[in-house]
C-alpha cells in the first residue's frame, strides 16, 4: 500500500553543533530584530549563560530587554504577563533561551505580540490568526524539542490542567542548538528530559502519523538516546555524549512535530496538572508501560525500536522482539536513576480515577494513538505503572 499524503514543518534555518549560539546576534539582525526580548530560563543565570545570548545580540546593535520570571510549566497568567511587558517595551523579537518552560513562555509571547487578547484564547488548535514576531530558540536540555514544534503546553491554576496551543505560527523562525549550552546540566535532568525524548522518539515512530519522513528522525532519535543518555548521565562534560543527545532530542522533536505523541503524553498529562510533576519524569513513568500496551499494534516498528537500543533481536519471533523495546527501555530508565513507579512519587490507587479523567479528554493525542485505547485501559495501563 502506498504511504498517505504527508506534509512536514520545521523551523526555516536551524543552527546545530559546539558554539552554534555564536550566531544569535547576525540570525536576530537577519530578522530586522531592534527590540529583543529575551526570555531566559533564571536557573541559567548562575552560569552565564543568558548573559552570553544577551552579549550576542548586543553585538550586533539591538537593545535587549531581559525577562527571567519564567515559571517551571509556565502559567497562562505568567505568559500574559510577559508579553505585557514586551509589548509595552515595543519588543520586535523573542528570543527564549532555557528549557522547555522558557521555550513554551517565547512561543506563547512570540504569539501574543501579533495576536490580540490573552494566551487563553489560543487554546486549541490553529486559532491564532497569523504568526507571532520573529523568534529565535535556543534549548539548554535535551529533551523538550519546544525549540521545533507547533505546541506549547501551560499551565492553568483554575483547572489545574495543562491546556495546549497548537499552531503553526508559534514554530520558531530560528532553532540554534548548541551542545555546549547543555554541560551544567544536573544529571537528574539530563536523565528526565532524555526520557521525554525517547518518549517523543517512540510515540512519533509508532502514531497513526508517522511517514517515511518522520521515520528517518525518529528511529535515529532512539538509536542516538540509546548510545548517548547512559554516558551524558554519568559524566554531563562529555561532549560526544552531550552533542548526541542535543542532536536526538532535535530529531525527536522534528518528529512529533510532524507525528505527534499518543498514549504515554496523554496518560502523562494530567500527573503533571493534578500532581506537578515535571513533564519528564511524568513520561518516564509511563513510558514502558504505554509501549507495552501499544506493541501489538506494529511489531515490526517496535520490534525496529529494540534494535536501535541496541537489543539483540536476531533470532527472536516478532512478538519477543517488539517485547524487547519496553524492557529495553525500562532500564534505561532504571540505570539513569529516575522514578520508575508512580508510587515512588506519591501517587497512591485513589488518585487513580481523576487520572483517567484526564487523560481521556487528551483527544488530540488518541487520535494519533495506533491501539484504541477505552478508559478500563488507561486505569488498567495507570494501575501497572502505580
Ligand atoms: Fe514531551
Known sequence: MADKVASFRIPAHIVLGCGAAEAVGAEAKRFGGRRAFLIGDPNLQKHGVVDRIMEGLK???????????????????????????????????????????????????????????????????????????PSILIPTTSGTGAEITPNSLFYVPALREKKAVVSAYTIPDVAIVDPLL?????????????????SHAVESYTSLNASPMTDLYALEAVRLIGTHLRTAVANGSDLAAREGMARASFYAGVAIGNAGTNIVHALAYPLQGQHRITHGVANSLLLPYGMEFNALSNLTKFAAVAEALGEPIAGLSPRAAAARSAEACRLLSMDVGIPRRMSEVGIRQEHIGALVEGAMKMTRLWANNPRQVRPEDAKAILEKAL
Request: zero cysteines.
Open 182 to 198: 547543555t554541560l551544567t546540566v544536573p544529571p537528574s535532568v539530563t536523565a528526565a528530559t532524555g526520557i521525554d525524548a525517547l
Open 59 to 133: 553585538a550586533e546593535g539591538l537593545e535587549v530587554k531581559l525577562w527571567t520570571e519564567v515559571e517551571p510549566e509556565p502559567s497562562v497568567q505568567s505568559v500574559d504577563a510577559a508579553a505585557g511587558v514586551a509589548r509595552e517595551w515595543g519588543s520586535n523579537l523573542v528570543v527564549g533561551v532555557g528549557g522547555g518552560s522558557a521555550l513554551d513562555t517565547a512561543k506563547g509571547v512570540a504569539l501574543l505580540l501579533r495576536n490580540s487578547g490573552t494566551l487563553q484564547d489560543y487554546f486549541g488548535i490553529g486559532l491564532a490568526k497569523q504568526r507571532g514576531v
